[in-house]
């Protein structure tokens, strides 16, 4: 056993044999994995082995690509065969509504590159006799499915690195770990200790205790998980290897095991396992089977698939594995410990294991993932994603496995947790709630307590006119939305400018104004937009994307002020409401002494000023895209303002609007969103921000990247497009075509209820960026035209509000 290593990974289950080898692929080769007892002792040996391309996030979707692809030359290297089977999959659809998802995924695949294929439910039957057509209305076929044998794959990773250098320790379990003050880490074995530059947490079912050992919880959870293997079935007897098989609704995976058929649901009870203390002694274990849990699925299965209830079982496993809260990995570094790193919560190791080593290799070698990966980044989540939150939001995720997420639909498990103090006055007012980062927030209004329930659908929903007279009061006269839901860091102290145009594209602004601004990382590329609000010489107010808190502030740390700034987080500080629409001023003029008029405060202005009695700090600046302004107050005051926000606000006709209303004023004003338009794949040129970057003002992190992107004009411009659409709308993720071709992706669609038209936002090659005609944005498996907008769709030249 060396004494010192450039990495220790902890944990040899797929997932740290994966990142073990990437990093000796990324050129880094004095690595060490250290397991407590053999390869896949933990959830990787009793695994299905089952691998698919299709994943919600398209970003994720192309690492499981990578993934499947990779096994290839993982056993050239290693002489390992990974045992990949690559059958095919279909997945079935048993109502309308799972056609039009699969439809909706098949047309996402198209810009991925994938090619799936829409099947009748005959055409299905032919492939994969064991199904009863009556139960299905149509399925999907994805050629990139199949399976593989987890040992083989674990084995063939590991080797392929040691053949690279690296060192695999075995029997040797990992008891603490101690940050040293340089940022280097010893780790403490029960046969000795390392010195190691970086740490990798690739505990897999024990990476929430791995995790302790540094004082982090993460947030994760095992679930017990059932699959059965039946003996041989005679209808299949001679035919080539059965493929892989989803049966959305029978909730139930299948697959062909040596003659027989491999069955495994996700149930709707599902058992946490081990959700305080992962016991240590658990090794090459299984959990006692419980057929009776899964009894409801198999009558489903037997009804949906005859043959299999003619046949006995051959085996029954059941064993844990982990999940996050929204059931993707947990990838990357932890703010706040240098050079210490996690690879877990990887609930589907064999579609995803290699992307993840991928990613966190070329982050831990290059200082950047390579990739958007913010979908499996850990840092999505804060200190409210508890251990019980996580329990209740991973059952509920498990459970919800194969069931639909309408674009539309809400989750109930863990809420409400965090909510505003005028929570209970927005319910009064019929408000429909949605959930952010655990906090409650406004979506929209119903007339009556009865109608606050939102119909779930791919369609417009029962909200549409509600939403649509909210947009029309903000047009008309004055609307009022709680925004609570955004992120805030303050940055204060003498070199507070010279600091933040360093990490910032825009220039500060002068004091009393608002400037906004691009994050770019050192590729010139997106990875954060703020309302950059100074109200004193040396503060700063950051406002931004709530989720992304902790991700900026990790950034900072890698790009940290000198001595005489700081920088903190202070989101629950700050609550606000914002007033938009044409009588806002007016509103807000009869609250209070400050002279709102356009020259004493005007568009862009920022200041602390007295509504009533509160103490505010005011910006004149809305989402909305009319004349509005942004109002923070400590929670303390926000009953207080509310209601004489309310009160005042009668006489006018204002009326209370929720994120619906919001997000679809925002895409007919063109706003980007952050995770939407602004993603760090982008540049700012190509997302239309590029007025934003002031690249004469001096360095700062991405400037010559942004040069270049200035000069080149970039690969794709974000384009925004009124589409010929029914009862539909664009939600995000639809392939945009152009003359019969896939070019580019929607990033959010909407109606626009303010001109009266259906509206998305979406990339497109900067080289058909003016082309006038010809393209189309496909909606539940329909090409509708849709025309390109030369400028936004709304208020082009922002008069309103300027006003
Ligand atoms: C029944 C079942 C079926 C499944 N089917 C599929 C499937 O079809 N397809 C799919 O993709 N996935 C499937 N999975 C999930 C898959 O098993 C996981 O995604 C994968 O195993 C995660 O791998 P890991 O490396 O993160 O974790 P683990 O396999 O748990 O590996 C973690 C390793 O870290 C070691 N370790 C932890 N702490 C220490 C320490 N302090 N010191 C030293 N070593 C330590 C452990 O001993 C262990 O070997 C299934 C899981 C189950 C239970």
């Known amino acids: 056993m060396k004494g010192h290593a450039q990495v220790v990974v902890v944990g040899g289950g797929v997932v740290g044999a994966s990142v073990l080898y990437h990093l000796t692929k990324a050129g880094w080769t004095e690595v060490m994995l250290i397991e407590r007892d053999e390869l896949t002792c933990g959830s990787t040996w009793h695994a299905a082995g089952g691998m698919h391309t299709i994943n919600g996030d398209p970003n994720v979707a192309k690492l499981q690509q990578y993934t499947i692809n990779l096994y290839r030359e993982i056993e050239r290297i290693s002489g390992q065969s990974c045992g990949v089977h690559l059958t095919g999959g279909i997945m079935l659809a048993g109502t309308r509504e799972r056609l039009d998802w699969l439809k909706m995924a098949q047309a996402r695949g198209r810009y991925l590159g994938m090619q799936l294929e829409m099947l009748t439910v005959e055409e299905a039957a032919r492939r994969f006799p064991l199904l009863d057509t009556r139960h299905f209305v149509g399925a999907m076929f994805d050629p990139i499915e199949g399976h593989v044998d987890p040992y083989g794959v674990t084995h063939a990773y590991a080797k392929s690195a040691q053949i690279a250098g690296a060192e695999v320790l075995r029997h040797t379990r990992v008891l603490d770990l101690k940050p040293r003050s340089d940022g280097t880490w010893d780790v403490i074995t029960d046969r000795g200790n390392v010195h190691a530059e970086h740490v990798v947490n690739a505990g897999g079912l024990w990476a929430r205790e791995v995790g302790r050992m540094v004082g982090l919880e993460l947030p994760i959870l095992a679930m017990e998980h059932q699959y059965l293997i039946t003996e041989e079935v005679p209808q299949i007897a001679g035919l080539a290897e059965q493929m892989h098989c989803i049966d959305f609704e029978g909730e139930l995976y ?102 993840v080593g991928l990613a966190l290799s070329q982050w831990m070698v290059n200082g950047d993932p390579g990739s958007d990966i913010w979908a499996m980044d850990v840092s999505r989540y804060g200190d409210w994603a508890t251990l019980a939150y996580t329990n209740a939001k991973v059952r509920e995720n498990y459970s919800r496995r194969f069931r639909i997420r309408f674009p539309n639909e809400e989750l109930p498990a863990a809420r409400p947790l965090r909510t505003t103090p005028i929570y209970d006055r927005l319910r009064e007012r019929h408000a429909v709630f949605g959930e952010y980062c655990g906090l409650e927030h406004p979506l929209w209004f119903a007339p009556t307590a009865a109608e606050a329930r939102e119909d779930v659908t791919f369609r417009r929903s ?53 400037a906004l601004t691009p994050m770019l990382n050192e590729r010139g590329k997106l990875i954060g937009d703020f309302t950059m609000c100074r109200l004193e010489a040396d503060r700063v107010l950051l406002i931004g994307t709530l989720a992304a808190e902790t991700y900026y502030l990790r950034w900072f740390e890698r790009h940290p002020p000198p001595a005489d700034v700081r920088v903190r987080a202070c989101a629950r500080e700050y609550v606000g409401l914002s007033v938009a629409g044409p009588e806002a001023r007016a509103l807000l003029q009869s609250l209070t002494r400050t002279d709102l008029s356009n020259t004493a405060f005007p568009f862009l202005a920022f200041r602390r000023l007295d509504i ?13 895209g009319e004349l509005g302004y942004e109002i923070w107050v400590t929670p303390d005051y926000q009953r207080a303002l509310h209601e004489l926000l309310v009160t005042a606000g009668a006489e006018r006709g204002l009326r209370p609007f929720g994120a619906r209303a919001l997000n679809a004023m925002r895409i007919e004003k063109g706003f980007g969103n952050w995770t939407r338009e602004f993603r760090p794949i982008y540049g700012p040129y190509e997302a239309g921000l590029g007025r934003f970057v002031a690249l004469e003002k001096g360095d700062f992190i991405g400037r010559s990247a942004a040069l270049e992107e200035r000069a080149s004009g970039g690969e794709r411009r974000l384009i925004s497009f009124a589409v010929d659409a029914t009862d539909a709308d664009a939600i995000g993720d639809e392939p945009i075509w152009h003359d019969g071709r896939v070019v580019g992706w929607v990033t959010s669609g909407a109606y626009g209820h303010r001109i009266g038209r259906s509206l998305a936002l979406g990339y497109v090659p900067a080289a058909i960026a003016t082309a006038d005609a010809g393209f189309e944005i496909e909606i539940i498996g329909e090409r509708r035209p849709a025309q390109r907008l030369s400028a936004c769709a709304y208020d082009a030249g922002g008069a309103r509000m300027r006003g």
């Open 462 to 514: 029962n909200a549409h006119a509600h939403v649509a007279a909210e947009c029309r009061a903000v047009r008309e006269r004055v609307g009022l939305i709680e925004i609570a839901n955004y992120g805030k860091i303050e940055v204060t102290g003498a070199g507070t400018e010279a600091w933040l145009s360093g990490v910032m594209a825009n220039r500060v602004p002068p004091l009393g104004r608002i």
């Open 254 to 355: 299948l697959r062909e095991e040596r003659g027989g058929v491999l069955i495994g649901t996700y149930e709707r009870a599902g058992v946490p396992w081990s959700p305080i203390e992962t016991p240590w002694d658990f090794t090459q274990s299984l959990l006692p089977n419980d057929l009776e849990r899964i009894a409801p699925s198999l009558e489903v299965a037997f009804q949906h698939f005859p043959a299999l209830g003619e046949v006995g079982i051959r085996k029954v496993v059941n064993g844990p594995f982990t999940f996050a809260p929204d059931g993707n990995p947990l990838v990357g570094p932890i703010k706040g410990l240098r050079n210490f790193w996690v690879a877990c919560g990887v609930m589907a190791g064999f579609s995803q294991g290699g992307g």
């Open 612 to 624: 009533g009695m509160i103490p505010a700090l005011v910006g004149r600046i809305s989402f909305t």
